[in-house]
C-alpha cells in the first residue's frame, strides 16, 4: 500500500469512477446556495425513487459497495452530497441537520422525487428522520442506518484522532486509518486503500465542524412525529452504541409508532452497508417491498 492517496477525480478507486461515469449529476437550488445530486437508473411504474442520504463528514460515497446492487434490483436511485458536505454548499444559515430540511425538500420538489422511499445513515439517517417528520409529504418509507442521537448513550463511545496539523501525508494516513478502525468498520481487514481514499476525499471537504445534533436525542423527539413504516438497521458492533445496543432496541420500539423492523447486522460496525453489503442488500430489500 502507498504512503499517500491521490486525491484528484483520478486518483479515487475504479469503483468510484465507473459508477461516476453512468450517473447523471444534478443541481438544485435553496436560497442561493446548491445541493449537488447523482441519480443512477430509471423509474418504474409503481416504484418510488429511492433517496439515499450519506453520513457526517462524507458524501455520496458512503453508498459506494451498494449502488450497483440496488441498480440490478430495479431501484431509481438519487444520493445527493448533503449541504456541507461533497460538491454541495454549506447552507446559507446555520450549521447542522436542521439547516438542510429545507435545502433537501426543495431539491426534491425539483426534481421530482415526491414521494419518495429514504433511507439515510448515521448522520444523515437522523437528518432523514428529521425530515420526513418535517415534511410527512415527502417519505413514504424510511430507513435508518446506523442512526445516532437516540439519548441511549451516556457518553461518546470512541475517540478520533486529529489529522489536520500533520504535514507528512503518510502520518495523515495513518490516523485516517486509525479513524476508520475507531468508528467506521469493525473488521479491520476491511479497511482497504478504497475505504481509505473515500474517507480521506469525504473528510477533506467537510465543512460543517461544529455540528452537535447527533449528541442530542433528537432522533428520538422525531420519530413519534412520523406516520410511515420506518426501519432501523445497525451493524451489530456499530461503535456509536457498543454495549448499549439493547437499550437503542428498547428506545426504537418505545418511541416508534411504525416501526417495521429493527436489525442488527453480524460481522459489521457503524459502516455497516460497506462493511457487508451482501448481508446488508439482504436485510434491506424485504423492508422495502413489504
Known sequence: MSDTVDLSPAGLPALYQALLAKATRHTTFYEGQTVVWHHWGQRRPGRLPLVMLHG?????????????????????????????????????????????????????????????????????????????????????????????????????????????????????????????GALMLWDAAKIDDQALALHQHNVLRDRLPRRRLANTDILAQSLPQIACPVAAIYGAYDALYKSYMPALEHKYRAVTPQLQAFVRVPDSGHWVQYEQPDAFLATLLPLLAS
Not at 440490478?72 to 454548499?89: H, I, N, R, T, Y
Not at 475517540?159 to 494516513?173: F, I, V, Y
Request: glycine share 12%.
Open 56 to 180: 457526517g463528514s462524507g458524501s455520496w460515497t458512503h453508498w459506494i459497495r451498494n449502488i450497483d446492487a440496488l441498480l440490478a434490483q430495479g431501484f431509481e436511485l438519487w444520493l445527493p452530497d448533503l449541504p456541507g458536505f461533497g460538491d454541495s454548499d454549506p447552507p446559507a444559515t446555520g450549521a447542522d441537520a436542521d439547516a438542510m430540511l429545507a435545502p433537501l425538500r426543495a431539491g426534491m420538489v425539483q426534481l421530482g422525487l415526491l414521494p419518495c422511499q429514504l433511507m439515510g445513515f448515521s448522520f444523515g439517517g437522523m437528518t432523514a428522520a428529521m425530515l420526513t417528520a418535517a415534511y410527512p409529504d415527502a417519505v413514504e418509507r424510511l430507513v435508518l442506518v446506523g442512526a445516532p442521537a437516540m439519548g441511549v448513550v451516556p457518553e461518546k463511545q470512541f475517540s478520533l484522532k486529529g489529522w489536520r496539523h500533520l504535514s507528512d501525508p503518510a502520518e495523515q494516513l495513518e490516523m485516517h486509518r486509525y479513524n476508520l
